[in-house]
Each structure stands twice: as structure tokens, then as C-alpha cells.
């Protein structure tokens, strides 16, 4: 197992190379030049100071050579400065990952969780009311944009129901950060990002479920005369459910792009919203770091999938 | 589903019960917390809290809080003590002295000097304010320190200018930060950018990046103490959602960006009050012509495009009445009346006029049924521009002109139209100040590859003449017919065209704090003085 998981690893630097050579080539070479953007003001600057502000920011040098500096920064775990917060990249995103893996994991695991009870009653008793409602909340949480859906529930649990706050995380310096208080926060956007995923989960949790109950060792199971809820649980459940952990694992890296869109209607200071600010103030090196840290993200939640498959499937059995 | 509550069974419901309960009085206690508080919405994170190269909005609408400067402005944009308790300036104009007050200090206790003084204006304002740069770098000849509270700046020729808040050595030019932090270290990237010992009357508590950023009254302040308690800027990016957390009372504040599709509808709720404002900068997009693209060299053509857009009906559908149609080429504020030459023959909207413009100037509508084609270039970085430009094509078609519209991203446009300089006709967002050296912006001088400098390529001996004779004038009658002049000549030139006077439209919670004396909320950026915010109770 060991060796399976040291194997993968390696796998992935290649990948995360390629990744990252081929986003900052592309981001380099994109109009916009960040020099421009870090000096406004009224239009006094000189020259000069233009200048020197360039070579500050290392775009002074051939893109070849500062993809090099680049690549041999990575290497020695070096991420450069942020043109924009003018501070470490590693500082500036080392405090935000905290918040976004919060989100996204626990929107994960709720529309994980609620995807598949409610797929598993749909599959049991189908074409039953339950079956409807799942259809109905997976037809609506696949087809709504998340953007809308998260402005929905501020309406109806912010300025109606007035129990919810709009957005934002808990201000220490004002008393907040209790464990309530995150939970209040964390609330809305961990619906309104699961939202999707729990549509996906549901339906296919439903699918496998019909298919899987109608197999020959479930009615074996139910001639021994094993609990109903044994059966669904224990044998059912947990073959229908590796399609499932499939699709959620593969969906993580869209649970980050989602991440951008509810980081940005509920002010929540994360990743995705930083990524979407940084493209818009061309801040190189935040964005880089960005991909480094999702691309890593996204390679182990895939290699924890695959050790889950493993877990739940004795078949599976990796050298 | 069965849920075990206190050992019996019980049904769900009393679970969610037990739940939004905990959610509720959470809420409670959350607003409990928020007493003589004041919390105020922005767009984005400021690059620093410091005025080490403050260029955006954002620094300086949260960085300025912390810092005192010689002079302050009053609500009639006059300099009023700050740091200074007086000055006096010498008969030639040549010499201006500085007392300072002696029981300044900075956030660590420490008295403020002179010494400080100087060293935030030389190694921070003239050497990164561009503000600065653009008049006081050039005049400015030494700056001496006689003793701890005394400040003398010798000037190189007069400069009018010195004790404007906006130009001068106000807020955007001696911002006072500690020597002994800043001197021989990197200052833009000196740490106490991110968390500032300032001089001002709020002190910097908490700043987690993207969300908030948290001031506390600074109990040793040498002016009033302020009524307020607490300072807290929430960054609310998405306009919706800033829009929302006002109405529900999160923020009670919006200073310049409630969006304006969301004007009428706050203003119907209790309680809450938009106001459409000025400000001494005055944000006023403007339509920019490129001197290097054919036609535009033609001042008929830029005069007939001119003719041809209808203003009335950008302020209408785009900033929803927030606003007047641009005329002339200086911001409407209060602040510049006294030099606006409302006498500078103006183009009014007639696309009959425009048209006969363009047959007498030698392009007459052709057979593929245009004139001639051109590109329309703007950012997306504010939400008005591609409505404006949107309207623009649609009035340009009536003369027969075809525009292609091209939406580029702020970052994207600033290369475009400030460092290539490849563009037609361009909607850019002018906000010079109040004062004559808002002129400069149309300076051969100043035809240089940098953001906000005269890219149109627009170049008048004259006009260059009387800039640099207004520039150091101080006969105020004289100043003005220089400045009279040079607004005729860019009537008559047309480099580019105001197209809306636009408004900022603040957001203001009603009955938690008071709005005197008056100014606090409209007078700008610069200038909230948010030490005489008081709530209401």
C-alpha cells in the first residue's frame, strides 16, 4: 500500500509541472500588464518609476527566464511575492486554505451524506413520494445556477427569516468566532455549494439502488430472512455507493471552481475569490501558487478516493 | 428517522427546532457585539494600510484612517489643522512654516516630530505618490527641520497649490508614518504597511485578508476623541451582496457603491437612506479620442461624434438619474466652481448637426451604408461602461458611424489604451481632483506610456504654454484667465468628451449615527472623518 501511494505521488510531479508550465505561459502572455494596474493614482508617474517598479516585480526579463526563476523558486519552495498584497505567496495563501477546504469539504460531506439517504429511500421505495421529491430536488439543484441559489437563501434566511447572516466570517475582533458563529456563517454557502453534488449523489445513488436491489444476492439475503435495513445498509448501500465516491472525487476540482462564484456571493474570504481577484489584477504569482496548491489538492483527494475504493471494496487491491 | 432527545425518542423536527434556536440567538449576541461600532462596506482589500504607494480607492479609503497629516480639509474643502496647529507662508510665496502640535503621537505612544514629517513626505509621498508627482514633486526645493515641532518647506517657484487638500500637503502628500519603521528598509514592502503604528485618531486592530479589517479609537489622539469605538471595513465584492448586507443592517454604511439598480429599492425600506453625492475627486467617465487613429486627427469628426452621443440619456438609463450629462472638462464639485468657464462653447446632442458635420467634412455615407468604422475600447472593471458603450453604438449608428465594441478587462484595457495606445475611442474613468493641475492630464508632457496619462496623443503649444504659467501662478485673477483659456481651447479641440457628471451614490443606515458635521459621509474618500462620526442613542 505504501509503495502504491509513494508510486502515485511521483505520478503527479509531472503533472503538476506540466500544469503549472502551461498556466504560466498562458497567463504571461494574456494582455494586461500588472505594472500598469500596481501604479494609478492621478497619472504623474514617470517613466522611470514605471521602470523600476518593473524590475521590483521581476517582469523585467525575457518570459523564458522568468519561468525559470520560477520553476527553480518552486523547487526550493519558494513561491515569490504577491504584486498585489506585496507580501510573501505563501503567506497570503497559507491563511486563506484553512477557510476554502472548510467550505468545500463540508459541502462535500452534506451533499454526500444528504445525496445518498435521500437516493437510497428514492431507490427503495420508487416511484413513491420520496422517489418524487428526489427527483425534484436533484432536477433543482443540477439545473439552478449556485450563484442565484446562494442570493435565494440570503433573501429567505437573511432579510426575511433574519436568523442567518449575509455572508462573511466570524470578526474575532468584534466577539465573534464562537463554534456557533461559524456555523451560522458556514450555513448558506455550504448549501449553496453542495447543491449540485447532492443532485448528482441522489440521482445515482437512486439508480444503483433500483439496479442493486433487484439483484439475485439481495433476494438470497432477503431468503435468509435478514432485516430489511441489513439488507438495504450493509449489502445494498455499500456496492451502490463506490459510483458515488467516484463522481464526488472526480467533481472536487469543480467544488473549487463552485468555490469561486460562492466565495464571491457570500464574502467569503477563500481561495476562489482570491483566484478571481488576482486575475483581474494580473497577480502572477498568487495565481501560480493558486495552481499549485489546488493541482496538489486535487491529486490527493483523488489517491484518498482511491484508498477509499479500496476500503469499502475488498476486490480492490492495489500493489 | 428517529432522533433520541434527553434519552426518549423524539421526533426531528425538535432537533431543527434546537438548532435554529442556537442560530437565533447567535444572531442575538452577534449584534450585541456591534454597539458604538461602525461598519463599513468595501469592494475589495486595500494593497496596504499605509501611504507607501496608496494609488486605489480602497487604500485610501481604509489606509487614511490611521494617519494624520499636516492639514485636514473642512466641509468647504479648506485646509483645516491636522498635525499642524499653524502655518505661515513667506510674501514670495517661496516659504511655507509648519508648527506642529507637541502632544501628537504616534499609535505606540511615541511623539510625533518633525523628523517624521519630512521623511513621509520626501521618501513616501514625492518618491511613490503619484498625486504628488504630478505638481509638489517638481516644486518642491528642500524640506527643513529647525527644531522637533517646526517644519519649513522651501518651494522652487510658487505653487498655489501647497495647502490644497487634494494637491497639496494634505492627506495624499504628508500622511505621517514613523521614521525610525521605514528608514533604510524597502518601504513598500516594509511590514508596518500591513500592520501600521499610525498617527491618526483609529488604531489598527485586526485585518484577515478579504473580509475585514478592524480600527479602534486611539485613546491618545491629539485632536477630539472620536465618539466611535470601533472602525470595521467588511470587503463585500459582489455588488448584490453588499446591497443585502446593508438592508439587513450588517453594514450601516456604503461609502460610493451601492449599486444603482438597488438605489430605489433600498430607499423604500425604513430606515435606510441613499444619497447621490459628488466628491472632490469627481469619478466622470469620459470618452477619449486617439489623436494617432484616422479620423480623429479631424477635430470635425471628434466634434461630430461628440454631437452625436445623447448624455441626457446615459444619465437616465445607466446611472438611473444619479448624475448630470458631462459638459466642459473639469469634475462639477463644489470644490471647483470657482474656475469651471461655464462660458466654453459646449456641443450639444443634435445627430442631424453631426451628421452634416461629417458629409462637410469629407466623409459622407458610402455605399456599404457607413461612414467609416471604428472600435469603442472600455474596462469591465466598472459595471456602467458597457451600457454606456452600448448606448454610444446605438446613437453613433443614427450618423451612420458603425462601432465595435470591445470589453476588456481592467487589466487587459489599462495595456490597450495606456501602454499601446491602440485604440479608437476609449470610455475611460477620469477622476483628476478638483484643481487646476487636474489640467496636466491633456500636457504634451505628459503623452507618456503610464495609467491615467494623456493617451489620447492630443498635443497644443498653447495650451502647454499656459499650463506651465498657470502652474506657478498665485494672482488668484490672473490664475483664472489662464485657466479660462485653456478650457476654451479644449472645447475647441475636443480631445475628449465628459459623458456623464456621475454621482456616487453612499448608502447610509438612519438613526445610528450622526450625519453633522456636515461632510462626514459626502466629501470623499480622503476625507471622512470618521472621528466625528457620532451614534445616535
Known sequence: MHAYIARRILEAIPLILLVLVMNFIILHIAPGDPVFLFIQGGGGATEEYVQQVRQMLGLDKPLGEQLFIFMANVFRGELGFSHYYQRPVVDVIAERIPITFLLVILSTLFAATAGIILGVFAGKNPYSLVDRINTIVAVFGYAIPIFWFGQLLILAFSIYLNILPTGGIPTRAMGGGSFLDWVRHLVLPVLSLGVIQLALAARITRANMLEILGMDYIDSARAKGLKENTIIFKHALRNAVLPVITVISVNFAFQLTGAMIIETVFSWPGLGRMMFESVFRRDYPVLMGLLIVMSVGVVIINLITDLIYAYLDPRVVYE | ?537
Open chain 2, 1 to 537: 428517522m428517529r432522533t433520541i432527545v434527553n434519552g426518549k425518542k423524539g421526533s426531528p423536527m425538535l432537533l431543527i427546532l434546537l438548532v435554529g434556536a442556537l442560530l437565533c440567538l447567535g444572531g442575538s449576541l452577534s449584534a450585541a457585539a456591534e454597539k458604538d461600532t461602525l461598519t463599513i462596506a468595501i469592494t475589495a482589500d486595500p494593497r496596504n494600510i499605509s501611504p507607501v504607494s496608496a494609488s486605489t480607492f480602497h487604500d485610501w479609503v481604509v489606509g487614511y484612517r490611521a494617519y494624520s497629516s499636516l492639514f485636514q480639509a473642512d466641509p468647504d474643502f479648506q485646509p483645516v489643522p491636522d498635525l499642524a496647529e499653524s502655518w505661515d507662508v513667506s510674501p514670495d510665496s517661496l516659504t511655507y512654516t509648519f508648527h506642529l502640535k507637541r502632544n501628537a503621537t504616534f499609535h505606540d505612544g511615541t511623539p510625533i516630530t518633525s523628523g517624521d514629517v519630512k521623511f513621509s513626505i520626501e521618501e513616501l509621498a514625492l518618491k511613490h505618490g503619484s498625486i504628488c508627482a504630478r505638481g509638489l514633486a517638481t516644486v518642491i526645493e528642500s524640506i527643513e527641520t529647525p527644531d522637533n515641532h517646526t517644519l519649513v518647506v522651501r518651494l522652487k517657484a510658487p505653487y498655489p497649490e501647497m495647502l490644497n487638500p487634494y494637491d497639496g500637503l494634505g492627506p495624499h502628500c504628508s500622511a505621517c508614518v514613523k521614521k525610525e519603521l521605514y528608514e533604510g528598509t524597502d518601504v513598500i514592502n516594509n511590514p508596518h504597511n500591513f500592520k501600521p503604528v499610525g498617527s491618526g485618531p483609529f488604531k489598527f486592530v485586526e485585518w484577515v485578508r478579504g473580509s475585514h479589517i478592524v480600527f479602534e479609537r486611539y485613546e491618545g489622539y491629539h485632536g477630539e476623541k472620536p465618539a466611535l469605538k470601533k472602525v470595521v471595513f467588511r470587503i463585500i465584492g459582489d455588488p448584490i451582496a453588499r446591497a443585502l448586507a446593508f438592508e439587513k443592517g450588517e453594514v450601516q454604511w456604503i461609502p460610493f457603491e451601492v449599486p444603482r439598480s438597488e438605489v430605489a429599492r433600498l430607499n423604500n425600506l425604513p430606515d435606510n437612506k441613499v444619497i447621490f453625492h459628488g466628491s472632490p475627486c469627481g469619478t466622470i467617465p469620459t470618452l477619449l479620442f486617439n489623436f494617432r487613429k484616422e479620423p480623429f486627427q479631424n477635430k470635425a469628426v471628434r466634434k461630430a461624434i461628440t454631437a452625436g452621443i445623447d448624455k441626457q440619456k446615459l444619465v437616465e438609463l445607466v446611472y438611473f438619474g444619479g448624475g448630470d450629462a458631462g459638459i466642459g472638462h473639469i469634475p462639477l464639485t463644489p470644490f471647483s466652481a470657482w474656475w469651471h468657464n461655464r462660458d466654453a462653447r459646449q456641443i450639444e446632442y443634435n445627430p442631424e448637426v453631426a451628421a452634416k458635420i461629417l458629409d462637410r467634412a469629407g466623409y459622407p455615407v458610402k455605399s456599404d451604408g457607413w461612414r467609416f468604422r471604428i472600435n469603442l475600447k472600455h474596462t469591465t472593471g466598472y459595471s456602467e461602461h458597457l451600457k454606456m458603450a452600448e448606448l454610444i453604438k446605438d446613437d453613433l449608428k443614427k450618423i451612420k458611424v458603425d462601432v465595435t465594441i470591445a470589453s476588456l478587462d481592467h487589466a487587459a484595457w489599462h495595456e490597450h489604451v495606456f501602454k499601446n495606445w491602440d485604440f479608437d475611442v476609449s470610455i475611460t474613468p477620469f477622476c483628476g481632483g478638483p484643481t487646476p493641475p487636474t489640467l496636466k492630464r491633456y500636457h504634451t508632457e505628459n503623452i507618456k506610456r503610464i495609467s491615467w496619462a494623456n493617451c489620447t496623443g492630443f498635443s497644443n503649444a498653447e495650451y502647454d504654454a499656459l499650463f506651465d504659467l498657470m502652474i506657478s501662478q498665485t494672482n488668484a485673477k490672473k490664475r483664472l484667465q489662464i485657466t479660462n483659456r485653456m478650457q476654451e481651447i479644449l472645447a475647441e479641440e475636443n480631445p475628449g468628451t465628459f459623458l456623464v457628471h456621475s454621482k456616487n451614490a453612499t448608502g447610509i443606515k438612519e438613526g445610528l449615527f450622526t450625519e453633522e458635521p456636515k461632510g462626514v459621509w459626502v466629501l470623499g474618500y480622503l476625507w471622512m472623518h470618521l472621528d466625528r462620526v457620532k451614534p445616535t442613542k
